[in-house]
Structures are given as C-alpha cells and as structure tokens.
C-alpha cells in the first residue's frame, strides 16, 4: 500500500481523507500564500481606488476649467451685445445731427444766431491781391535772405 494515498473505509463510498502530518506543511505553505494572495488583492484594489480618485479629480478639474471659459464667453458675449446696442444709438443720433433742418433750429434757438438775408450779404472779390508789398523790408530780407538759406540747408 502507499502510505501517501491512505483511505479508510470503502472505496465506493466518497472515503475521507486524513492526511498526515507529512502534508501539514503544505498547508502551511498554502495559508502563506493566500495570505499574501489576499494582501495582494487588497493592494490592488487600493490602486483601482487611487487610480479612479485620481481620474476624478483629473475629470472635474477639466470640467472646472471648462465652465470657466464657458462663463468668460458669455460675460464677452453680453459685452458684444451692449457695444453693439450702444453703436446703434449712436448712428440714431448721427442720423437726427445730420438733419439741415435740425441744425439750423438749434442754430437760431441755443445760440441765437439770425438767419442771413440777401440784404445783410457781403460779397468780396477775391481776384485783387490783398497783401501790400513794401519795397524797404524786401531790400533787408535779400540781405539776411543768404544766411536764412544757408541755415534751411544746414537744419533740413
């Protein structure tokens, strides 16, 4: 018979094993290593749970980030629409100051201007020369005329 192999009782029957003390190293060895399997399990679902918490705080930070461009665009969006509101007020009031009609009220009420007749008109003729010439001050220029053309070329 093998020592190894032992059953007591009838072999049709499921026959109970007893091993010997031989065998209780094994087992000893086998509750070493499921502890360390255990262990290992725990370490490795302490990672997943790191990893996730990581993942998270990587996913709300981009969501942070994303919401406050999100907000940046609709303060510079409410800013376009108010300049272009102001813009539209503004060629309102160009179109009522570009009036003939408006101006010339304003003229003759604010600032109590009269409105010209064909009585009150002055015509000039510009074809006459206005300017007197002066014979003596043109002798003195042509004198200090040679230093005034040497101190244009000398500055330009």
């Given at each position: ?6 059953m ?21 060895k086998n509750?070493n ?56 007020n ?37 074809d006459?020369p ?24 000398i500055?330009?």
């Open positions: 018979m093998n020592e190894e192999n032992m007591n009782g009838n072999a049709a029957l499921q026959p109970q094993y007893k091993p010997y003390k031989k065998h209780d190293k094994r087992i000893h509750k290593e499921n502890k360390q399997k255990k262990i290992k399990k725990k370490l490795r679902v302490l990672l997943n749970i790191c990893v996730f918490f990581v993942i998270g705080l990587i996913l709300i930070y981009r969501y942070s980030i994303i919401y406050n461009m999100q907000t940046d665009l609709n303060s510079a969006e409410n800013n376009v629409d108010n300049i272009s509101r102001q813009n539209e503004l060629t309102v009031e160009l179109v009522k100051y570009n009036n003939l009609k408006y101006i010339e009220d304003d003229a003759v009420n604010k600032l109590k201007m009269v409105v010209p007749n064909k009585q009150n008109a002055v015509y000039i003729d510009l006459k206005v300017i007197k010439t002066q014979e003596d001050e043109d002798s003195m220029k042509t004198q200090k005329g040679m230093l005034n053309k040497l101190k244009q070329l500055w330009r």
